[in-house]
């Protein structure tokens, strides 16, 4: 089944932290590279972060380079997002998927979401 459950978002003022959880489906999670995506209310959804399949190769949106770190289990076929020095521009609905996304015969495949809100 082709399934995202994203996890962990929440309300924190700046400079807090949060930790997303995301668990991935269950053939394809460990051979597949993962990223963060999010997508701010009016804008376009973005690539925040990714990481390889053995989890020895990271990159990450300029945006947030130093402030968030991007890792997985893959026995737990889950990737996380710690995000440490949030800003009010961090406030977004955040999402996992592979990297590239999964397309299907044209669709999109995106699981609901973590809603993160940054007071300021």
């Known amino acids: 089944q082709l399934q995202f459950v994203e996890s962990g978002g929440g309300l924190v003022q700046a400079g807090g932290s949060l930790r997303l959880s995301c668990v991935g489906p269950?053939?394809?999670?460990?051979?597949?590279?993962m990223g963060w995506y999010r997508q701010a209310p009016g804008k376009q959804r973005e690539m925040v972060a990714a990481?390889?399949?053995?989890?020895?190769?990271?990159n990450y949106a300029d945006s947030v380079k130093g402030r968030f770190t991007i890792s997985r289990d893959n026995a737990k076929r889950t990737v996380y997002l710690q995000m440490n020095s949030l800003k009010p521009e961090d406030t977004a609905v955040y999402y996992c998927?592979?990297?590239?996304?999964?397309?299907?015969?044209?669709?999109?495949?995106w699981g609901q979401g973590t809603q993160v809100t940054v007071s300021s």
């Open positions: 998927n592979f990297r590239p996304y999964l397309v299907v015969a044209g669709i999109e495949y």
């Open positions: 990481i390889s399949t053995g989890g020895g190769t990271t």
């Open positions: 269950r053939s394809t999670f460990s051979i597949k590279t």
